[in-house]
């Protein structure tokens, strides 16, 4: 109610103020319009791909044939187009690969690590008991045995539980579903090892739930849980092949992998780009409609990319992973076995590979929307980059109000003081 | 003085459950409890836990008993005119929530759209996400543009939505409060039960979470992000580092690698994610958060 009564008083005539507007709006319009007309011309002869100069008007999405995509550093450019320029040199759902994209390296991992048992409170760290329950992936794909592992540590120390009630279930869309499967946990060193066989659940696609009553203490306990994926044999929608080939097209470098479709629909493939070395350079996606007679995925590393990173091939093709998307079913993906291993390109120059950014018929799209608002008067509001204290933050000031970096920092205020302001 | 100890510990212990029990209200102020939803249920009763028992067929508009995403999702009615030239702010809420649900952005010029997009049911990821793609189709494509501001939940919903689609809407940016992208520690155990009291919950688990899409897939749109401190104590004491009592800042702030941290600038993020204005974050609490970053960009 209050919103809307706010517009509507907004929205009073005031004949001074609307003539203003007006006469504002229209020159920003005019200035709009020439600072269009001033980038076209300005980009019209920007450098192209190693294809060459191509037509102006083709709309072509190959990354090789550069487009009149205004370039970043114009000075021309209102700076939300030129960061959203800046922010897309590369094509969507690919980039740099450094050793700090753990998630891609190591994909399918797993992050719990011991947590506090909250009725233990205490600020003497080591009066509290911590639990962990893991295990070493989120995706299983087949048949697999799960390890399940459980620890228990009074502050650093480990402790034995006394006893541990555990069993694992199916998860529906409605909750769990079907009988549990009890599972026994043993201690090995100072953990507690349970080993569950995916082939029990070898009708259900989705998650499982271990759910684990924990005595900590006499007559103390704490319920933990913990989920995981499975997909059994029989939800496999497709599977690599193995054959993996290379070649270089339009200044990037295509890699094909061989695929046998069972399921035909929308599917997304990923995979990781090494060079000889090991040291990661790029990762890439490939997402669309695949059918049974499609032998070959191709996924494409931007030459860009591979031109930044400046290292040298031959490359290794690895992590190479993917799933069929079930949209708007739950669960809503039936994931691929991995194809194992690393997997070697041919050798090309450096300079095979071109510098040009991504272009496209959408990011011209969103160019000129962008530009159009402009025109009209719009404002192109962006947040400013955070900028850790002593650096400058990027980005141009918007209408908001600045963080709270005067807040007191509390140097080597215990971590459970920590967020009790 | 062993006696005196337990004594203190079990006031504690009680204090954290009020305590929680408190803030779990709070929290669920903006959904609630398990809610149906219209997602693969159109003409029929809502799927789901369907809590509210909330239908999906024709007559449920005259009835007033229909599921929140019933006009999106069974109607392809999202409020918003495709390729119609038109600018459009999206808001998506957060876990437990069937849409926004509250003060939506005001700026000259575009059309502020509320995402009903049920997160409160085990598929909640899931059925938000597909929902979330039915007003992206809508109301980003052609001759539209749009802004998406998201929050808690909404970050994920969103992630899975870029991941999982082919197609490039025409979203400027995106702007995330609180994201739980990076999933909360407090879930998968009771707590997390009492803090958002709908089966969703259970699913922000940093393994769950960090999974279910590929984070640095934004289809080419670029991510900011804010984060509040001013955590509960009862929470901040179960999350690692900085956190507002829900998230703690390695989910908030993007940061790639589950890490205890103090600034939402700690990297490496995921590729297209960036932190916004400021490192050290708000002195607000999770449900503080929510308008938090419409409130900065004057909107």
């Given at each position: 109610?209050?919103?809307?009564?706010?517009?509507?008083?907004?929205?009073?005539?005031?004949?001074?103020?609307?003539?203003?507007?007006?006469?504002?709006?229209?020159?920003?319009?005019?200035?709009?319009?020439?600072?269009?007309?001033?980038?076209?011309?300005?980009?019209?002869?920007?450098?192209?791909?190693?294809?060459?100069?191509?037509?102006?008007?083709?709309?072509?999405?190959?990354?090789?044939?550069?487009?009149?995509?205004?370039?970043?550093?114009?000075?021309?450019?209102?700076?939300?187009?030129?960061?959203?320029?800046?922010?897309?040199?590369?094509?969507?759902?690919?980039?740099?690969?450094?050793?700090?994209?753990?998630?891609?390296?190591?994909p399918n991992?797993?992050?719990?690590?011991?947590?506090?048992?909250?009725?233990?409170?205490?600020?003497?760290?080591?009066?509290?008991?911590?639990?962990?329950?893991?295990?070493?992936?989120?995706?299983?794909t087949g048949?697999?045995?799960?390890?399940?592992?459980?620890?228990?540590?009074?502050?650093?120390?480990?402790?034995?539980?006394?006893?541990?009630?555990?069993?694992?279930?199916?998860?529906?869309?409605?909750?769990?579903?079907?009988?549990?499967?009890?599972?026994?946990?043993?201690?090995?060193?100072?953990?507690?090892?349970?080993?569950?066989?995916?082939?029990?659940?070898?009708?259900?696609?989705?998650?499982?739930?271990?759910?684990?009553?924990?005595?900590?203490?006499?007559?103390?306990?704490?319920?933990?849980?913990?989920?995981?994926?499975?997909?059994?044999e029989?939800?496999i929608p497709a599977r690599f092949t193995g054959g993996v080939s290379d070649a270089?097209?339009?200044?990037?470098l295509r890699v094909d992998l061989g695929i046998d479709v069972d399921?035909?629909?929308?599917y997304?493939i990923d995979a990781n780009l090494f060079?000889?070395?090991?040291?990661?350079?790029?990762?890439s996606?490939w997402?669309?409609?695949l059918?049974r007679s499609d032998r070959v995925v191709s996924v494409?590393?931007?030459?860009?990319?591979?031109?930044?990173?400046?290292?040298?091939?031959p490359y290794r093709v690895g992590n190479v992973r993917g799933y069929r998307?079930?949209?708007?079913?739950?669960?809503?993906?039936?994931p691929m076995p991995d194809l194992p291993g690393l997997h070697a390109t041919r050798?090309?120059?450096?300079?095979?590979?071109?510098?040009?950014?991504?272009?496209?018929?959408?990011?011209?799209?969103?160019?000129?929307?962008?530009?159009?608002?402009?025109?009209?008067?719009?404002?192109?509001?962006?947040?400013?980059?955070?900028?850790?204290?002593?650096?400058?933050?990027?980005?141009?000031?918007?209408?908001?109000?600045?963080?709270?970096?005067?807040?007191?920092?509390?140097?080597?205020?215990?971590?459970?003081?920590?967020?009790?302001? | 003085?062993?006696?005196?100890?337990?004594?203190?510990?079990?006031?504690?212990?009680?204090?954290?459950?009020?305590?929680?029990?408190?803030?779990?209200?709070?929290?669920?102020?903006?959904?609630?409890?398990?809610?149906?939803?219209?997602?693969?249920?159109?003409?029929?009763?809502?799927?789901?836990?369907?809590?509210?028992?909330?239908?999906?067929?024709?007559?449920?508009?005259?009835?007033?008993?229909?599921?929140?995403?019933?006009?999106?999702?069974?109607?392809?009615?999202?409020?918003?005119?495709?390729?119609?030239?038109?600018?459009?702010?999206?808001?998506?809420?957060?876990?437990?929530?069937?849409?926004?649900?509250?003060?939506?952005?005001?700026?000259?010029?575009?059309?502020?759209?509320?995402?009903?997009?049920?997160?409160?049911?085990?598929?909640?990821?899931?059925?938000?996400?597909?929902?979330?793609?039915?007003?992206?189709?809508?109301?980003?494509?052609?001759?539209?543009?749009?802004?998406?501001?998201?929050?808690?939940?909404?970050?994920?919903?969103?992630?899975?939505?870029?991941?999982?689609?082919?197609?490039?809407?025409?979203?400027?940016?995106?702007?995330?409060?609180?994201?739980?992208?990076?999933?909360?520690?407090?879930?998968?155990?009771?707590?997390?039960?009492?803090?958002?009291?709908?089966?969703?919950?259970?699913?922000?688990?940093?393994?769950?979470?960090?999974?279910?899409?590929?984070?640095?897939?934004?289809?080419?749109?670029?991510?900011?992000?804010?984060?509040?401190?001013?955590?509960?104590?009862?929470?901040?004491?179960?999350?690692?580092?900085?956190?507002?009592?829900?998230?703690?800042?390695?989910?908030?702030?993007?940061?790639?690698?589950?890490?205890?941290?103090?600034?939402?600038?700690?990297?490496?993020?995921?590729?297209?994610?960036?932190?916004?204005?400021?490192?050290?974050?708000?002195?607000?609490?999770?449900?503080?958060?929510?308008?938090?970053?419409?409130?900065?960009?004057?909107?």
């Open positions: 109610m209050t919103r809307a009564s706010d517009e509507r008083d907004s929205a009073r005539p005031r004949d001074a103020a609307a003539l203003a507007r007006r006469l504002a709006w229209l020159s920003a319009a005019l200035i709009g319009l020439a600072l269009a007309g001033l980038i076209l011309l300005r980009t019209s002869g920007a450098a192209r791909g190693p294809g060459g100069p191509g037509p102006v008007a083709a709309p072509a999405p190959d990354p090789a044939r550069a487009r009149p995509t205004p370039a970043t550093g114009d000075a021309a450019l209102p700076p939300a187009v030129e960061r959203y320029l800046a922010n897309t040199v590369y094509p969507p759902g690919s980039g740099r690969l450094t050793t700090e994209h753990a998630d891609l390296i190591e991992a797993r992050y719990e690590d011991f947590r506090p048992i909250p009725e233990t409170f205490s600020m003497d760290a080591d009066e509290v008991v911590q639990v962990r329950l893991t295990t070493d992936r989120y995706f299983y048949d697999h045995e799960v390890r399940l592992a459980l620890a228990l540590r009074l502050g650093e120390r480990p402790i034995p539980a006394l006893g541990i009630q555990a069993h694992a279930t199916r998860e529906g869309r409605a909750g769990p579903e079907g009988d549990p499967v009890a599972l026994e946990f043993r201690p090995e060193g100072d953990d507690y090892l349970a080993v569950l066989d995916t082939a029990r659940f070898a009708d259900h696609l989705g998650p499982i739930v271990v759910d684990a009553r924990i005595e900590y203490a006499p007559d103390r306990f704490h319920d933990e849980q913990l989920r995981f994926y499975s997909t059994p029989g939800r270089l097209e339009s200044g990037s399921q035909p629909g929308f997304r060079d000889a070395a090991g040291r990661p350079i790029a990762f996606s997402k669309g409609d059918e494409g590393f931007f030459g860009r990319i591979l031109h930044d990173a400046a290292l040298a091939g998307f079930l949209d708007g079913q739950y669960p809503d993906r039936e050798s090309f120059p450096l300079d095979a590979f071109s510098d040009a950014a991504y272009t496209s018929a959408h990011k011209e799209n969103m160019v000129r929307l962008l530009l159009e608002d402009a025109a009209r008067g719009l404002t192109l509001d962006q947040p400013p980059l955070a900028a850790p204290a002593g650096t400058t933050s990027a980005g141009a000031a918007s209408t908001a109000e600045p963080g709270d970096a005067s807040r007191p920092a509390p140097p080597g205020a215990p971590e459970l003081m920590r967020g009790t302001r | 003085m062993r006696n005196g100890r337990r004594l203190v510990r079990h006031v504690a212990w009680l204090a954290i459950t009020i305590a929680a029990f408190w803030g779990g209200a709070a929290m669920a102020g903006v959904g609630g409890d398990d809610a149906g939803t219209c997602v693969n249920a159109c003409g029929g009763y809502g799927a789901g836990n369907n809590g509210n028992s909330c239908y999906c067929d024709a007559s449920c508009t005259s009835y007033g008993d229909c599921c929140a995403d019933y006009q999106p999702v069974c109607n392809a009615n999202t409020g918003c005119s495709p390729n119609s030239g038109s600018r459009y702010i999206l808001h998506v809420g957060g876990m437990c929530s069937q849409g926004w649900n509250t003060t939506l952005a005001s700026k000259a010029g575009y059309t502020s759209i509320d995402v009903k997009a049920v997160q409160t049911n085990h598929s909640g990821l899931s059925d938000a996400s597909h929902t979330l793609g039915l007003y992206l189709d809508q109301c980003c494509t052609g001759s539209n543009l749009c802004y998406v501001i998201n929050y808690s939940g909404g970050d994920a919903v969103m992630g899975h939505r870029f991941a999982n689609s082919g197609t490039n809407w025409n979203v400027n940016w995106v702007g995330t409060s609180a994201g739980a992208g990076g999933g909360s520690a407090l879930s998968g155990n009771f707590l997390a039960d009492i803090f958002g009291p709908c089966d969703y919950s259970g699913h922000l688990g940093r393994s769950e979470v960090r999974n279910a899409y590929n984070h640095n897939d934004t289809n080419g749109e670029t991510v900011y992000h804010i984060g509040g401190y001013d955590g509960w104590w009862y929470t901040s004491w179960l999350l690692p580092g900085e956190d507002d009592g829900a998230v703690a800042y390695h989910s908030a702030g993007a940061v790639s690698a589950v890490t205890s941290t103090s600034s939402l600038c700690t990297t490496p993020k995921w590729t297209n994610h960036h932190a916004a204005w400021t490192c050290t974050g708000y002195d607000l609490d999770h449900y503080g958060m929510k308008t938090k970053f419409i409130q900065n960009m004057g909107w």
